[in-house]
């Protein structure tokens, strides 16, 4: 039982990465030169925590609510 729901949730987890990806790319066309940056910026960030396989999620998400954070309150502003 444990195992269907566990690959139930990864099927979702795949189509919501899907969706995002949809999403991120309908508003790239959109997006001022800057914001798109920033976007890039903290993306290529995150990819670049989660490509260290044996670094825990929870220290990727740590570190990148340290380093997001100036790139949220630009944004913001």
Known sequence: MA????RDLEDQLRMTHGRFVAAMNARLPAMPLEQKERYFAVLSALVGKLETADKPLR???QEMMAEAASYVLQEMR
């Open 59 to 61: 220290e990727v998400l």
């Open 3 to 6: 195992s269907e729901i566990e």
